[in-house]
């Protein structure tokens, strides 16, 4: 028999290519929105079970991320933002992607059953569905609505919050999901009129390239409206008391305001986008300050 | 492989194996704290 070739032995990924495939500033994001609606939410949570509903929150988001970039490799290579993950590099196997992101996924939705209540756990492995199959898979590459869908991925967080201390689902914590599910499309689409080049490269139907520039700009004003009525129901419908509501106003306000500039004018040539880069950057802000005035009100007045 | 290529194999592999088993006692120490807090 002949002795086979040595088979070419592949260098094993470093764990901290693992740990970048979980997007770990998003789920920076999302465990403090997701923190918020845990400490927003009425009653209270043995500290262990709370702290336990948070890290499940953050492995499914990583999870998630994980099947995003599995399934997003090949558009990944060809934006300069993206080229330098593991998965484009071939730092790491495909496959080792796939596996990785199903089994956060499944631990996640696991631990949170058993240890917190399998209401939160199947809102979990929802928004985790949502996000990997829903919006990467089907309709990220179809429609210019993409962002406005994928808001729905990253509103869950408070949600599952909330739910992990209720054990169900009322308004106030629609409302937060509402809010957050608003805000995405302005914030994201600011960023994309200053990066649009990229996403038309790979073909992602961004609304800056399919449905304009001008068109984008209206919508962004648009939906800063709509969030500045949404953020302000929380405290009309007496959910939460005057700290959120003046706070909200306060931020909300601020928000549109930032937004009128971007509507309102056209980039020109080798233009700095300077009111679109600041719209980002204060709508980071935004939702930050947002949920921390929700939790500072709850805990100051109930 | 190299002997260069080799050491770095080992090295991967072997910080592959310190973050699973400070995850996996992660867990353990997560379980325990949540059994407790069960049964409170």
Known sequence: ?302 | MTPEEEAEFVRRRKSRNVVLGLVLGGFVVLFYFITIAKML
Request: hydrophobic letters at 55%.
């Open chain 1, 1 to 302: 028999m002949d002795a086979p070739a040595a088979p070419a032995v592949r260098m094993p990924a470093e764990w901290r290519d693992f740990f970048a495939l979980t997007k770990p500033r998003v789920i920076s994001l999302v465990v403090f929105t997701g923190l918020c609606g845990l400490l927003a939410a009425p009653g209270s949570i043995n500290p262990v079970l709370g702290f336990t509903a948070i890290l499940c929150i953050a492995l499914g988001a990583g999870g998630a991320a994980a099947l995003n970039q599995w399934w997003e490799a090949d558009l990944d290579k060809g934006m300069k933002r993206t080229a330098r993950r593991p998965l484009p590099m071939g730092r790491l196997g495909k496959d080792d992607a796939r596996d990785f992101g199903v089994l956060l996924s499944a631990v996640s939705v696991g631990i949170m059953g058993l240890a917190v209540g399998w209401l939160a756990a199947a809102i979990l492995a929802l928004s985790i569905f949502y996000y990997a199959v829903i919006y990467t898979i089907w309709l990220k590459p179809r429609t210019p609505q993409n962002i406005v869908i994928g808001g729905g991925a990253g509103a869950f967080p408070p949600l599952i919050g909330w739910v992990a201390v209720t054990g169900d689902v009322t308004l106030m914590p629609v409302l937060l999901f509402a809010i957050i599910f608003i805000w995405t499309p302005p914030h994201f689409w600011a960023l994309a009129l200053f990066v649009q080049t990229d996403y038309a490269k790979v073909g992602i139907p961004m609304m800056p390239v399919v449905a304009g520039e001008k068109s984008t700009r209206r919508q962004i004003f648009g939906y800063s409206i709509a969030l500045l009525l949404v953020s302000l129901l929380p405290w009309a419908i007496g959910g939460t008391g005057t700290i959120y509501g003046i706070a909200a106003l306060a931020l909300s306000g601020t928000f549109v305001a930032l937004a009128v500039p971007v509507a309102t004018r056209m980039a020109a040539a080798e233009d700095a986008m300077k009111p679109e880069k600041r719209l980002f950057a204060y709508s980071v802000f935004y939702l930050f300050a947002l949920f921390a005035a929700l939790v500072a009100d709850r805990l100051i007045l109930a």
